[in-house]
């Protein structure tokens, strides 16, 4: 039997979708809109457009743009052809973008008119790419010069080639922070992905009837896997944008009757404060995400009484499970505030010790999974691979808590990710910047509770004797070399670092005493 009678990818769902609702709206962007056949038709003519530029089922393509139809096109599309998709961060600094090509191997980067510049910079940097493709934006905008027109690649009237794709080949790997400097690359096939689909359609109710807005970058995991993906899969309508401000969101929300929203607590302040909120009518919105860090309790409130349709999810994850985990639901919010919920239906989820043992009702323990959301590995990385998947459970890096319902608390990481406004900084990464500035003899890099950011990046720094050094010197330099959420928010000077007896830094004490002060 041909295995391609069974096979479930990512490519296969937009059309069996687009068989069972033709004529709906799939994707609207600027003053773009496609039905599900007509997203299905163009998909198909821009797989056999890439495959007549050389991509074949494995390269790894790389994308370097902001939300628009033309990277949502771009994800089926490569889905479809085999290739494995590798989306970057675009607040990054060119080499660090570099890094990524260059390790991914990546021969091939996608980008938009915006960011052309930094896209040739970065692979200009001793990598690989040799091919540029311009994807189109939200606003109207030019092709990039020098680079291949997706509109042109969209009109191959070609059949895309049989690639005998499988469910278990690769479909993207996604670049994670961790506390070592590098970025890891989580591998994530398509029955990896597909099966969290399921999860978020199950668990956190994605819907055919939801008409969803995503505004938060496709580039992440979230956006693209927790709420575009499994909207597709399920049928939703999705307007899409590049401008998550309040000015632009609450327009929106009201025009398109949107009934789905996610983003991280920070963009809900955001809104929250906006003159513009009590003008706007958001009486269709009925389902409110947050994750990347918890709602703070006093704004799930505020949320509760001036949104009193929205029934609110927090959804907790990481990367290499594609990325949910777990889901506290509706209502446990109040119930339950702060917590991370419990292991959603396709993820089997334990608090334990070093010894690989559940820990007791209340005390903190790591963090680990089982679930076939999980990733095949680290790419090229064999080593951080095997730590990660040791005593055969995935190893979240998070420190949490169960209660006696099993609901699962996150208390701190391992890891020391500090998750500012959404994003993920690795505090060593920060450290190291900073200590290539001459003056620093020591520095630790913290969180601290902020009501923008939720977590604030916060440099701790002894400087040597003799030498002067400003707050507004070390935030220049960091902003300099490295992408702006990565910045700290806050410098703080003092005489020496707390440690412990065989010297290691105990950052949760300096969190207390620097939160104090």
Request: proline share 6%.
């Amino acid at each position: 039997m041909n295995p391609a009678i069974r096979r479930q990818t990512v490519g296969d769902i937009l059309r069996r979708t687009a068989q069972r609702l033709p004529g709906k709206l799939a994707v609207a962007c600027g003053d773009t809109r496609w039905t599900y056949a007509e997203f299905d038709a163009l998909v198909t003519r821009l797989a056999a457009g890439l495959a007549q530029r050389g991509i074949a089922h494995g390269d790894r393509v790389a994308v370097l743009a902001r939300n628009s139809h033309g990277f949502a096109a771009m994800r089926f599309a490569l889905a479809r052809l085999g290739a494995v998709l590798v989306p970057i961060n675009f607040m990054l600094k060119a080499d660090e973008v570099a890094y990524i090509l260059r390790h991914a191997g990546a021969r091939t980067l996608a980008t938009d008119s915006g960011l052309a510049e930094l896209a040739r910079a970065a692979a200009a940097l001793d990598t690989r790419v040799k091919d540029f493709i311009w994807l189109p934006s939200e606003d109207p905008s030019e092709p990039a010069e020098g680079m291949a027109s997706f509109h042109e690649l969209a009109a191959c009237t070609a059949p895309p080639p049989d690639t005998s794709l499988q469910s278990n080949d690769l479909l993207q790997i996604v670049y994670t922070s961790g506390t070592e400097s590098s970025p890891k690359g989580a591998m994530l096939t398509h029955d990896a992905v597909l099966w969290q689909y399921v999860s978020c359609c199950i668990n956190a109710e994605v819907a055919e009837k939801d008409v969803a807005l995503h505004a938060l970058p496709l580039y992440h995991c979230a956006q693209l896997d927790v709420f575009f993906g499994p909207a597709i899969y399920i049928g939703s309508t999705n307007f899409i944008t590049a401008k998550p401000t309040p000015d632009n969101l609450l327009p929106m929300m009201a025009a398109h009757g949107i009934t789905s929203f996610f983003a991280p607590p920070t963009v809900w302040i955001a809104l929250l404060r906006s003159p513009l909120f009590d003008q706007t009518d958001l009486s269709r919105l009925a389902k409110g995400y947050y994750g990347a860090s918890i709602m703070p309790v006093e704004v799930m409130k505020e949320i509760a009484r001036r949104l009193p349709r929205v029934r609110l999810w927090n959804l907790y994850g990481q990367t290499e499970i594609a990325p949910l985990a777990t889901m506290l639901g509706p209502d446990d919010q109040l119930r339950k505030p702060g917590s991370a919920g419990r292991a959603v239906i396709n993820v089997e989820t334990r608090v334990v010790n070093d010894d690989m043992q559940d820990v007791a009702v209340g005390e903190v323990g790591e963090i680990v999974h089982r679930s076939p959301h999980l990733m095949l590995g680290y790419f090229h990385d064999p080593e951080r691979t095997a730590a990660a998947f040791s005593g055969d459970w995935f190893h979240s890096g998070d420190l949490g808590t169960i209660d006696d319902e099993g609901y699962i608390s996150v208390v701190d990481r391992k890891k020391d990710m500090i998750k500012s406004g959404g994003e993920n900084v690795a505090s060593r990464e920060v450290e190291e910047m900073i200590y290539r500035l001459p003056q620093v003899s020591e520095v630790a890099v913290i969180g601290l509770p902020d009501p923008k950011w939720v977590e604030a990046v916060t440099a701790v720094i002894v400087v040597k004797p003799g030498q002067d050094l400003t707050e507004q010197q070390v935030i220049e330099h960091c902003s300099t070399h490295m992408a702006h959420f990565k910045a700290p928010k806050r410098v703080v000077f003092t005489d020496a670092l707390p440690k412990n007896p065989s010297g290691k830094l105990l950052k949760r004490e300096l969190r207390q005493t620097v939160a104090v002060d």
